[in-house]
């Protein structure tokens, strides 16, 4: 396994398949042949010494939904971004409100994520579970009268 390693990333040269060891090529178990792959799908044709990784956005997205019809919006949001901030608090029905929170723990619970009440009225965090909510986002929150623990 250690030669496989140090093969992938150039320390070592391959070895031919057929004179590795004392087996005959013919006899070689299937399972134990390794072929490297000539797919380049993770290279680009721009310039392939350039790595994009993408910045951590530390800001709360806020969705504040009326209906469920608007589930859609927050669940593109869930996936987009590290931290959002579901409110609820103007879904007046009951079932509707528990449909909702349903979805959206299904969401987290697939995506690694975490779920955390900061209103009691109606205000959720859905955080991956990489991401923490910054002091300044917090105090934000709390200004917009989200936050409330």
Known sequence: MFNKFLILIGLKQTENI????????????????????????????INDSEVTVHSVSEEVVIKALKSWKEIESLGKSIKEFNIVCMDIRDVYDKNERQRIIDFVSGMVHVMNSKLRIINTDGVYLIRKSESNLTADERNRLET??????
């Open 18 to 45: 057929e004179t590795r060891g004392n087996v005959p090529a013919n006899s070689a178990n299937p399972a134990e042949k390794v072929i490297p792959s000539s797919d380049t799908r993770f290279s680009s044709d």
């Open 144 to 149: 917009l009268g989200l936050y409330k623990v």
